[in-house]
């Protein structure tokens, strides 16, 4: 018999009531407005995402690494694995209770990365911090990975979108230290969208996360030779 979902928190959103479920010991479920935002069941994009945007940079001595979204650690964790012991990972996350329940009931999951010392969570959104590194006012970063949830899409709409648009992709690179790197999961491809990181000056690859059926993806995008800083 399958159990029923518990329900262990529910907070009012911007986007409509955010719920934390929990069936059985590690199985979690987080939606919003009532459509399933993440699942435990479900985070090898996540740890993709993460690799992307972190293995490159193993090599130097004290990287900084900027990711938005703390979804329920999974993306966190991965990038702790791949990054040095005096690695800096910053994580953007707009909702309070997100980091509240990675650090309560879904540490477990993370091998409580909430909990390492490179690692802090500032609620804030994440175009705010990227605009503030490309302007000067913080520190660059070596990495910015976008966990968030859909991702870009491929319609021309996007193009002034606050995360997807071209002023925040030439913030982005702005933010970005020589040689970064710019990761972004994907809920499916986003034609428009590689096009735009193309005119920011980027060099881009596209990742498929899986085999067969759909999946999701990852890109990678790195600051073109003809403009790097």
Do not use: N
């Amino acid at each position: 018999m399958t159990r029923p979902w518990k329900t262990l928190d529910h907070v009012a959103t911007r986007s409509g009531e955010m719920v934390l479920r929990q069936r059985g010991p590690h199985d979690f479920l987080i939606t919003i407005d009532g459509r399933v935002l993440m699942t435990s069941a479900a985070h090898r994009s996540e740890q993709a995402l993460a690799q992307v945007a972190c293995l490159p940079l193993a090599g130097r001595p004290e990287p900084s690494v900027l990711i938005g979204g703390l979804g329920m650690g999974y993306t966190l964790r991965a990038a702790l694995d791949a990054l040095p012991e005096r690695a800096r990972v910053v994580v953007a996350e707009i909702e309070p209770a997100v980091a509240r329940w990675c650090e309560g009931p879904l540490a477990a999951l993370s091998d409580h990365a909430l909990s390492d010392s490179r690692a802090s969570v500032e609620i804030s959104d994440v175009a705010s911090i990227v605009t503030a590194a490309a302007e000067g006012a913080r520190a660059r970063f070596d990495a910015i990975a976008l966990d968030l949830f859909e991702g870009p899409r491929g319609t021309r709409g996007e193009d002034d979108h606050p995360l997807y648009g071209r002023a925040m992709l030439a913030r982005v690179r702005a933010a970005l230290t020589h040689a970064g790197t710019f990761a972004v999961w994907s809920e499916e491809a986003a034609p428009g969208f590689e096009k735009r990181l193309v005119r920011a000056g980027f060099d881009t690859l596209r990742q498929r996360v899986g085999r067969g059926g759909r999946h999701h993806l990852v890109y990678r995008a790195t600051p073109g030779p003809s403009r790097r800083r």
